[in-house]
Every structure is written in C-alpha cells, then in structure tokens.
C-alpha cells in the first residue's frame, strides 16, 4: 500500500512536471504565431506607403494618383519606387537635361541661377538644336492680349518658341490645356514696381529660359504688349541678328545720373552710370553673364534704392561696363514717352486704327541692325489698355500678318 501511494506521487510529480514545459512550449508557438501574422500585416502597411525625398511617410489613400502604383511623365515620383520610375521615365535622359518639361521646381533664386549659369564646354551640340524665341512675361495677374497672342502663335513650329509667364505668386492663369500657355508660368515672387524686386523677377524668367538649351533669344514683355509683325519675321529678325537689343544710354538729368549713389565707387563710377528701358530682347551669352553677376547686382540692391528704379539702370549699367560690345544699345519695344512723368502713353480702343499701327512699324526712322541700318526698328510695342483688344483682333490679320 505505502509503495503504491508513492508511485502515485511520483506519477503526480512527473504529470506537473510536464505540464509546465508543456504549457510553456504551447504559448511559445502561440506567441510564433501572433508574430508573424502581425509582422506580415506590418510589412504590407509599410511596403503600401509612401515616402518622400527626406524619408517622412505621407498619409495618401491607396486610390491616390500619388502611389507608387502610378508614375508621373514629368517628373521621378517620391515613392518607394522612386529609383524604379526614374528608370522607366528616365529621369536623367539628355531629352530631360536639355528641356524640362515642368517649369514647378524647388530651387530658390541662387539655386536657379546657379542651375542656369552652366555653360557646356563643348561647342558642338549633341542634338539638332533649333534657336528658340523665349517670350518671357513679367505680369501681376491676366494676360489681356492672350487672344491675340495665341493667334500670333497659331500655326508655328512649336519647336521655334517657347512661354514663360512670372506672375504674383497667387494667382493662376487658368487656361485649358489647348492653350500655348497652358502650363507655362514659373515659380514666382511678389514684384513691387520702382525696387529691386522687379530686376529680380527679370534675372528669374532669364533663369528658368535658360534651362532650354535651345533657347536662343530671350524677350521680355509686359500684359499691355502686342506684337507688331508675324511670328516668322520676328524670328528671324531676332535669331539673325548678332547684337542683343537692350536700352542703354547716358541720361544727364537728374532722372538718369541724378539717381547715382556715390556710395557705389569704385566699382561703379558716374561715368559707367547708363539708363534704359527694362523691356529688352537679348541673346543667350548676354543673358548667361546678366544671371551669373552677383557684385554688381548686390551693388544695386545696396545703393539704388527709393527713387533710383534698379529696373532702369542694373542691366544698362552692367552691360555698358563690361558687354557693350555684345549690344545695339536700342530696345526692340516701341513705348511713348512723350506725355512725360513716370509712365508712358496708353493705348485704348479708340487709338486703334490701321495708320497707327502701321506707323508702329515704320515711322521714318532708322536704327542699327548687325553692320548696316533697317527702317524695322520695333517688333512688340506696349502700352495697350484692354479696350483695344478687340479692334486689334479685327485688323490684325491685315496689319500685322498673323
């Protein structure tokens, strides 16, 4: 009897013993479970979203147009993909490299006029490269004379021109995707008229033109400028010409040398001091040292504030110092000065007619153009109130070819 108890005591002991380990293993494998299943969810979370360029995971639903399941064609998407579609859109083609499609980036000022001051060493280019016209307007809002200007462009080699359009930072153009401007305006900044915010936003659509390496000619026009010839003249006028257009002229009177600030010696003397209009045309070597100054520039930012207007003088100045070679000294924009103060003749509905617009053309006078003398002083001129768009639109086929 005494021997059988302790064989069930024993027996008992060993049942205990086993059940703990065996207990133990059981909530292991348990644990095993719940581990991996959890893990696999985890992993589908994290591969699922994702990421932009400094690592911080976005809330974007699944559906989104954004995820990695969907690429954009103009620019390397910022997900987990990013290597993968940049190889498939080939981020880094020489297509990419010589002309972006999306003029949206990032940069600021220096980063952009850094980008644009590239200039390649080798002088052949390794593509069929076509001079192009960038039309560049400097605006706060509308363009009035779109209308006009898409029938000036109707019909041309898009590969001859291309927009750029830099308005107030707020406001959106807001044209269907039929239009040449669709698309076409920069990153941008507040312009306040009379400061060195305006020299500014001229040296930033410089910048992003020049990022086309097919651009050639850059103009700058204003919302009230129209063109006065075909698209076909104008282009070749500009892409054969061998001085760039840009104002610049010695003004005795205290709106010209009256606006120099001694404090700008010895690096701008009163003798270098030149003004001109801001709406120039120039070519792409001349527009490449414009962006890439930085002394000069400071200079004026510094010194020519208040009444000085840098808009009229920065570029004047430094072309006359150190580039007058490389320009006609003369602006290609026909502007009426002769009402006199701070800003120029207007144009409304009522001005015009035929004589006036042909008389824009060629009124008698004659001006430099390469080693000889044209009568085709003017292409654009400005400045046209929004009354006049209709009678322009009305003649314009018949005056101005287009």
């Known amino acids: 009897m005494r021997a059988r108890t302790e064989r069930d005591e024993v027996s008992k002991d060993l049942s205990v013993g086993l059940t703990k380990p065996l207990c133990f293993l059981i909530v292991f494998v348990i644990g095993i479970v719940i581990g991996l299943v959890s893990s696999s969810h985890i992993d589908r979370y994290f591969t699922s979203q994702p990421y932009n360029l400094n690592g911080d995971r976005e809330s974007i639903p699944p559906n989104s147009p954004s995820t990695s399941s969907i690429t954009n064609d103009e620019t390397c998407t910022t997900t987990t993909n990013i290597v993968t579609s940049c190889v498939k859109e080939d981020c880094l083609s020489m297509k990419s490299f010589l002309s972006p499609k999306n003029l949206s980036h990032g940069m600021t000022d220096d980063e952009l006029f850094w980008r644009a001051s590239m200039v390649p060493e080798k002088a052949q280019y390794p593509f069929d ?24 462009f109707k019909g041309q080699d898009v590969k001859k021109y291309t927009i750029y359009v830099h308005t107030n930072p707020e ?23 009379g ?103 400071d200079l004026f930012k510094r010194y020519c504030t208040e009444d000085c207007y840098p ?30 103060g701070a800003h120029p003749a207007s144009f409304e509905g009522r001005d015009i007619t035929k004589r006036f617009l042909k008389s824009l053309r ?41």
Request: aromatic share 16%; with cysteine.
């Open 129 to 152: 490269r076509m001079p192009k016209l960038a039309f560049m307007f400097l605006t706060r809002g509308p363009l009035p004379f779109m209308p006009l200007w898409e029938r000036f």
């Open 171 to 193: 406001f959106e153009l807001g044209v269907s995707n039929s239009s040449v401007f669709y698309n076409r305006q920069i990153p941008s900044q507040d312009v306040k008229w």
């Open 195 to 297: 400061t060195v915010s305006l020299v500014d936003a001229e040296r930033r659509l410089l910048s992003n033109a020049l990022l086309d390496f097919s651009n050639e000619r850059f103009i700058l026009l204003s919302e009230s400028c129209i063109p006065i010839y075909n698209f076909q003249t104008i282009h070749n006028y500009l892409t054969n010409s061998i001085y760039s257009f840009l104002d610049s002229y010695d003004d005795p009177s205290r709106y010209g040398r009256g606006r120099y600030n001694r404090r700008m010696k010895p690096a701008i003397r009163i003798r270098d001091w030149r003004k001109g209009s801001q709406w120039f045309e120039m070519n792409r070597a001349l527009a490449i040292k414009i962006i890439s100054d930085t002394k000069y520039y």
């Open 311 to 340: 808009d009229e003088h920065y570029m004047p100045t430094f072309v006359h110092m150190f580039y007058e070679e490389l320009n006609a000294d003369r602006t290609v924009t026909f502007v009426d000065w002769s009402i006199g």
């Open 362 to 402: 060629k009124n008698g006078t004659s001006c430099l153009y390469n080693k000889g003398t044209t009568d085709v002083c003017y292409l654009f001129a400005r400045k046209f109130g929004p009354s006049s768009l209709e009678p322009l639109l009305e003649i314009s086929s018949e005056v101005f070819e287009y």
